[in-house]
């Protein structure tokens, strides 16, 4: 980034920074919001819903047939077991990574993303560049994070810009029979259960 | 609308670049957008779809260059300007604003959402799973979450989703005219007319409107 660009930006940052203030200003004089609550919605969001959360349903569903079966069939129910649920999760849908098939989620035409369980998503899902390519070249996509899929496995690109969000169960790695549920849960990824990653 | 925003499909945008380490907000001002743009719903009556609509009307090339949480804030600033709690003159919709929410009912609202699933006596289902679809070739110049990739290309009913009301009519304040929202597989071959490995696959949630029997 050269040294005008990198100016340019700040000043753009300064002036965001400056607008975002002066609606929370209005806003509050108004009534409408609260900043105390603001705060809160801040916290949650950096601190409570994230990929962890769904690493312990994976976690769950990679020790407990049953659990998987509910939640292959009842996303939302199956997540809720686990004191996850709300906003941008309503509708969920969990899909099953297999020895013959991987899935990847997008949204094309904005970020719709599943809150609950992997929390805001990262800079790369929202940017053109992974949700203009991904639905049309998913393997080159994937090969570029590092993942090859066989040929022989079927790839599922899922569009999630309805209703529905979707969140990718990965394959349990071979030699983990002896962990814990905690320590499975350590080893899924952000990226694994958004299909860009094996785990 | 076939605006900017619909980029499946589009080239030119490069490799996906990723931060390692990546936080969850960049600057403090990512925080605060956030949290009021979900905050202000409470007291100020929008949905996604009034949202959504409003992020597809930034001319293309600000959208292009604007972050998503830039997105968000000229979003609703268009809103709340459309509804008159910001003053520029030009308020089109009379909306009863209620009181802000309170910090000990976030975590609580959070968790319970906004479920937008309506009920399933409310609309008839026109196709079954399995049943074979075309995508409609229409360009509705309003909202509408029917990407222009899937348009005229034959699909298979691979589930119901149940009865969701439509985003087209919701946006422009025109009902929600209820109706079932469905998984639709496409092959990869057939939408990009390419040599991919034939079982890939591609699924897209679609409203019944969007669709014709193929």
């Known amino acids: 980034m050269s040294k005008d660009h990198g100016h340019d930006h700040d000043a753009e940052e300064k002036g965001l920074a400056l607008r975002v203030k002066t609606l929370e200003s209005l806003l509050v004089e108004k009534g409408l919001v609260d900043p105390a609550a603001l705060d809160r919605f801040v916290e949650e969001y950096e601190t409570r819903i994230g990929p962890k959360n769904g690493a312990r349903v994976v976690a769950r569903a990679w020790v407990d047939p049953a659990y998987k079966q509910r939640l292959l069939t009842n996303a939302t129910a199956a997540i809720r077991e686990l004191g996850f649920s709300g906003l941008q999760g309503e509708n969920m849908v969990a899909v099953e990574n297999t020895g013959s098939v991987h899935n990847v989620i997008v949204c094309t035409l904005c970020s719709c993303y599943p809150w609950p369980v992997l929390g805001l998503p990262p800079v790369w899902y929202k940017s053109a560049a992974y ?47 002896g962990l814990s549920e905690a320590a499975l849960a350590d080893l899924v990824t952000r990226d694994g259960m958004v299909g860009t990653a094996a785990v | 609308m076939d605006g900017i925003h619909d980029m499946g499909g589009m080239d030119g945008f490069g490799p996906v670049t990723r931060e390692a380490d990546e936080p969850v907000f960049h600057a403090d001002w990512e925080r605060r957008m956030l949290a009021i743009s979900l905050a202000v719903g409470f007291a100020v009556p929008f949905t996604d779809d009034h949202l959504r609509r409003e992020i597809e009307r930034i001319p293309p090339e600000l959208y292009l260059h604007s972050s998503y949480y830039e997105k968000w804030l000229i979003a609703i600033e268009s809103l709340l300007r459309e509804r008159g709690v910001l003053p520029d003159g030009n308020a089109t919709l009379k909306v009863e604003t209620g009181p802000a929410i309170r910090p000990e009912a976030v975590a609580p609202a959070i968790h319970a959402g906004f479920p937008t699933r309506r009920d399933d006596a409310e609309a008839a289902p026109r196709f079954a799973a399995g049943a074979k679809v075309r995508v409609r070739n229409i360009h509705p110049k309003t909202h509408t979450r029917l990407p222009r990739y899937v348009r005229g290309h034959e699909g298979v009913v691979h ?19 209820a109706q079932h929202c469905y998984t639709v597989r496409f092959s990869q071959q057939a939408l990009w007319g390419r040599a991919v490995p034939v079982g890939d696959s591609l699924y897209v949630d679609l409203w019944e409107d969007y669709l014709e029997p193929a």
Do not use: C
Request: hydrophobic fraction near 35%; charged fraction near 30%; glycine fraction near 8%.
């Open chain 1, 131 to 177: 949700r203009s390519r991904v639905v049309k070249e998913p393997r080159a996509v994937l090969a570029e994070f590092g993942l090859k899929v066989p040929a022989a496995t079927e790839v599922r690109v899922w569009d999630s810009s309805a209703e529905i969000r979707y969140m990718v169960v990965p394959r349990r790695p071979d030699g983990t029979d």
């Open chain 2, 159 to 177: 589930r119901d989703l149940g009865v969701f009301g439509l985003p087209d009519s919701n946006s422009e304040y025109q009902g929600h005219r």
